[in-house]
């Protein structure tokens, strides 16, 4: 059983190339028992040179409808939102997650002090690497403390992705007090964690001699109780869905999980692996 859950599309996601029926015809050709399209909500995005914004819900609503008829079974194909975090939004995610019927609700931390981590380049060499960790890591906690109309905090790793050094690695160590808060926000409000194998692919584009998150992250992860842990490939393009799952589920059951899931209709849906 495979579940990719994290998955944006041209229509609604500009900074995405790929058509549903692409999507749908690349999960079908990869094994991908359940599909989801998290098209991004950037609402009041301050990045200048972000094109990402917000779309007409209403009008991707229909879209959707239309794309899951041609969607071919067994095939699951989920409708979802990936909303982009700042404080003052709050009630703005809360609103639009509870008024549509979305079957997943992602929250993503884009941004570094107003950039988003993509267009940051080597502006946050000022710097040190503990307080950039530290500090995206404790927005994440906050993320989850105050919003409420979620289902999963995307990309814990982000903030690393397209840092130019291959050799920096964020490590639960760096900063564990943020990412017990963090987790217990999840935990207590039984959210769930996202393991983001766009990240993993992107360390391996650039060279990284460590691909996959800190083994440490996630054991915290489960000895706090957390349960519930997704899988998201973030494609952008057809190339990859389901990148880096065959690895990934190798490297969780190593570590202890036993379970992942997706949701349907905002329920948390759990498998073996
Ligand atoms: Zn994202
Ligand atoms: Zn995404």
Known sequence: MRADIHNHTCHFSPDAKMTPDELINAAIANGIDVAGITEHYEYDNPDPEDTVQTF???????????????????????????????????????????????????????????????FLGDHYKDTSKIERHNEYINVMAEMCEKCSGYDVAAHFDYINRYNTDKEEYLLYDDCPKAFDRFFEALISKNKCLEINTRSVYKAYMKGSS??????????????????????????????????YFDDMYEYLRAIGVTELCYFEKRQPVTFGI
């Not at 349960?227 to 389901?242: M, N, V």
């Open 56 to 118: 007409d819900i209403d009008e991707y609503n229909l879209r959707f409808e239309e794309w899951k008829r041609s969607c071919p079974p067994p095939l699951k194909l989920l409708k979802g939102i990936e909303f982009g975090y700042q404080s003052h939004i709050v009630p703005v995610i809360d609103r639009i997650a509870k008024s549509n019927d979305f079957d997943i609700v992602i929250l993503s931390n884009h941004l570094f002090r107003g950039r988003d981590v993509y």
């Open 210 to 243: 460590i691909i996959m998150p800190d083994r440490k992250i996630i054991e915290r992860y489960l000895a706090m109780g957390g349960e519930l842990i997704s899988l998201g490939s973030d494609s952008h393009t057809p190339d990859t869905l389901g990148i």
